[in-house]
């Protein structure tokens, strides 16, 4: 946790940003596997943890804007809960930590929303993602837990977003942590691929260097020879002469804040003549998105400027050809980039996107709807403050390629039968994560391998 006075602060910033009424902050709870006793590994609610800091399940906390108290409520363990789970500090114990002195039992929060719904105060709660937290706004607002999303406060949303958007220092620092695990992940990666290995055995060593830093992975790892999948969650091939190997995995610092990084590598020493022509290109992709990153710059430009990067590369191997700045305005090039540049990250790995990606990431807009554009989740002015990815890639993925054959569309910028050459070449992606600061942007924790020397110069080490 950080020091009381940042939770203080955060809560009083919200105090002056919504007019009226209570916000109910809904803490997960444990999230059962197969039996209620079995459960996933504990992830609290990430807005939760914002304003409150404690990681415990079974919590809730209400902001009253007219009183402007935060109250945490929640149970004390029983002695029948200490026989199984230990000792633990008292609610009230671990709520000081938060800089809050309100505590109170569960039961009794039901009493004060039944309350404030008979005196018609207006109760804001955020878009439950959990079906148990769905079902607490049933019974204790009457809310339909199918519209429980479409009945979230607007006004507490846009609050939120735009406060936990601009990461303050200490968050930066943790953030930074994670990365840097993330880096060491990548580079052990990059040093245990050859021919013969298992995806599994690569991503359960990536697995374990999150677990021994003292937190876990920010989301399930995408470890694959098949890199043209964009979210490969399956580990169950061996690594060939031939191949290249993806890995897109980041750590959960011990705060909960994430890494997110993406790495391409051959699974021989080097990278084939093909291989390195694609990598190359996705790279001066990857830089120019990155390099284009400053405050005021909307991030529809930066994903633009990578989809153009990618259309001149692609057309300098033969495998598109017309106008760039046509191509990119058709979504001729979402053939091989069918996805967007970044997303922003903090306590969640797609921060936020529980609250709407509208609201995230479009400033209450409506997105996109053309196919790749629509896959954007961020197309809004860059401030100081902001924490984002850069990851374009290219993909040659069989089906989609097919597809667009048949149906015959965009062929005067796709060169069908040379693509058709590269339809088992996978994916290359390289993804790195960076600080929007007040005159540019600052690339956050240690750097990872990444021009095609670099990447061959660490698969030359000793192998693990
Ligand atoms: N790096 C994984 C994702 O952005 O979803």
């Keep these: 946790m950080f020091?009381?006075?940042i939770y203080m602060e955060r809560r009083r910033r919200l105090l002056r940003e919504v007019e009226s009424g209570l916000?109910?902050?809904?803490?997960n709870e444990e999230s059962p596997m197969n039996y209620p006793d079995n459960t996933f590994s504990f992830r609290q609610d990430s807005s939760f943890l914002y304003y409150f800091g404690l990681d415990q399940p079974g919590l809730a906390g209400v902001v009253d804007f007219e009183e402007g108290t935060a109250t945490v409520y929640g149970d004390d363990f029983t002695v029948d809960d200490i026989i199984w789970r230990g000792p633990q500090p008292t609610i009230g114990e671990r709520s000081k930590a938060a800089g809050i002195d309100r505590t109170a039992p569960i039961a009794r929060l039901?009493?004060?929303l039944k309350e404030a719904r008979r005196t018609g105060r207006r109760v804001h709660f955020l878009p439950p993602y959990r079906a148990d937290n769905a079902f607490k706004l049933k019974r204790w607002l009457g809310v339909d837990p199918d519209k429980a999303a479409g009945k979230a406060s607007v006004e507490l949303i846009r609050a939120v977003v735009e406060q936990r958007a601009v990461k303050g220092p200490e968050e930066i620092a943790e953030i930074d942590r994670a990365v840097d695990i993330s880096t060491?992940?990548?580079v052990t990666a990059m040093r245990m691929v050859r021919p013969g290995i298992g995806e599994a055995e690569i991503a359960a060593e990536v697995h374990r260097i999150a677990l021994a830093a003292g937190g876990d992975i920010a989301f399930p790892i995408i470890g694959s020879v098949h890199g043209e999948t964009l979210h490969n969650h399956h580990h169950g091939n061996r690594l060939k002469k031939g191949?290249?190997?993806l890995l897109d995995a980041g750590a959960e610092s011990?705060?909960?804040?994430a890494g997110d990084l993406s790495s391409t590598m051959p699974v021989d020493l080097k990278f084939t003549g093909r291989q390195r022509e694609i990598y190359e290109?996705?790279?001066a992709a990857h830089e120019a998105a990155a390099g284009a990153l400053r405050p005021g710059v909307n991030n529809l430009e930066v994903h633009l400027l990578a989809c153009?990067?990618?259309?001149l590369g692609l057309k300098d191997v033969g495998l598109m050809k017309g106008d760039p700045d046509e191509a990119v305005r058709a979504g001729a090039h979402a053939l091989f980039f069918p996805c967007g540049v970044g997303h922003m990250m903090g306590l969640d790995i797609h921060d936020m996107e529980d609250l709407g990606e509208v609201y995230v990431g479009y400033e209450g807009r409506p997105k996109f709807t053309q196919f790749g554009l629509k896959s954007l989740r961020l197309a809004r002015p860059h401030q100081p403050g902001f924490v984002v990815t850069i990851e374009p890639g290219i993909y040659f993925i069989p089906q989609l390629i097919d597809k667009w054959r048949a149906e015959n569309i965009f062929t005067d910028f796709i060169v069908y039968d040379k693509v058709e050459k590269y339809r088992n070449f996978g994916g290359v992606r390289n993804e790195e994560d960076f600080l929007i600061t007040p005159k540019g942007r600052r690339r956050l924790g240690k750097a990872k391998p990444k021009t095609v020397g670099e990447v061959e110069a660490v698969r030359a080490e000793p192998r693990i």
């Design 243 to 245: 191949n290249m190997f």
């Design 3 to 5: 020091a009381p006075r």
């Design 184 to 186: 060491e992940m990548h």
């Design 110 to 112: 039901a009493e004060v």
């Design 308 to 311: 153009r990067t990618i259309v």
């Design 23 to 27: 916000a109910l902050f809904l803490g």
């Design 254 to 257: 011990p705060g909960h804040y």
């Design 281 to 283: 290109i996705a790279l």
